[in-house]
């Protein structure tokens, strides 16, 4: 359990962090498309082509909702997400994850320090080809004192700040 008995989600949801997606219901429950470029760290990613015909194909089956994260692929599943679904862009949801990464010896590493969350915003939208995510996520929250990084170290201010900017909806 959370500290603070759960008022940690309270607070945040008092600051605006409730994402604003209620007039864009997105048709199916979403596609979690890390598969399509690193189903895991000892499986190879399928070849860019196969993974984007399951793109379209998940489209042509009326998907709408695409889930990705900055982290899958060290970023190559946003950049899949968004050369293959760019002229899809008015008719789906784009979900994201930004807040940890892969360093240099490819482990995984938080950063909740507010320049790095603006840089991983700015480079997800970079990667998507979009000018807004629509639901952008901080990674990994699991743990007693993931809300330190989350709201202590400035990174929901810093989601916040891309939200009014509107570069997160």
């Known amino acids: 359990a959370w500290p603070e008995d759960g008022k940690v989600l309270i607070r945040a949801l008092a ?6 997606l209620a007039t864009m219901m997105p048709s ?11 189903p895991s760290d000892s499986v190879p990613p399928p070849p860019p082509e196969a993974a984007a015909a399951v793109l379209r194909r998940a489209l042509d089956l009326g998907y709408t909702h695409f ?22 862009r008015h008719r ?6 930004g807040g940890m990464f892969r360093n240099a010896a490819g482990q995984r590493e ?14 997800s ?19 007693d004192n993931d809300p330190d990084w989350v709201i202590d170290r ?12 509107g570069k997160v909806r």
């Open 92 to 97: 789906i949801v784009l979900a994201s994850k």
């Open 28 to 38: 199916r429950k979403p596609i979690d498309s890390s598969a399509t470029t690193a």
């Open 15 to 20: 600051a605006g962090a409730a994402p604003k």
């Open 125 to 143: 939208l970079a990667r998507l080809q979009t000018d807004v995510i629509d639901l952008w996520q901080f990674h990994e929250i699991n743990y």
């Open 110 to 123: 938080i950063d909740g320090r507010p320049e790095a969350i603006r840089r991983h915003c700015e480079e």
């Open 67 to 88: 889930d990705t994260a900055a982290l899958y692929g060290f970023g190559a599943n946003e950049s899949l997400l968004g050369s293959t679904l760019r002229e899809h």
């Open 154 to 165: 400035g990174a929901l201010a810093e989601a916040l700040r891309a939200q009014k900017e």
